[in-house]
Nanobody, 124 residues
């Protein structure tokens, strides 16, 4: 089992930027894919971005493509989400997630572990 702890959320004005971090401990993080999901009030959890174990291959939701960048540092057991040009509709709790395999994972069914989430609020 792995423990995932997110940080970096907060309040930002529209057009601003935030960088989320997720530190993993426990199971060997570098061997597994990882990703970010988010859940807005009253909505289902949705996919944001995912990255393969090597960090070479990534995938993004259409709603964040060109604005968000996912990356990882396996030496630090950390995955990041750089969020630029933020919009009010990006407001949500952002969850770090680890895939069941080394591959990318864009659905909740292939996620084995979740962090507790960090709140991002974008004001207009």
């Amino acid at each position: 089992q792995v423990q995932l702890v997110e940080s970096g959320g907060g309040l930002v004005q529209a057009g601003g930027s935030l960088r989320l971090s997720c530190v993993a401990s426990g199971r060997t993080f570098s061997q597994y894919g990882a990703g970010w999901f988010r859940q807005a009030p009253g909505k289902e959890r949705e996919f944001v971005a995912t990255i393969r174990w090597s960090g070479i291959s990534t995938l993004y939701a259409d709603s964040v493509k060109g604005r968000f960048t996912i990356s990882r540092d396996n030496a630090k057991n950390t995955v990041y989400l750089q969020m630029n040009s933020l919009k009010p509709e990006d407001t949500a709790v952002y969850y770090c997630a680890q895939s069941r395999s080394a591959n990318r994972c864009s659905t909740t069914t292939c996620i084995s572990d979740w962090g507790n989430g960090t709140l991002v609020t974008v004001s207009s």
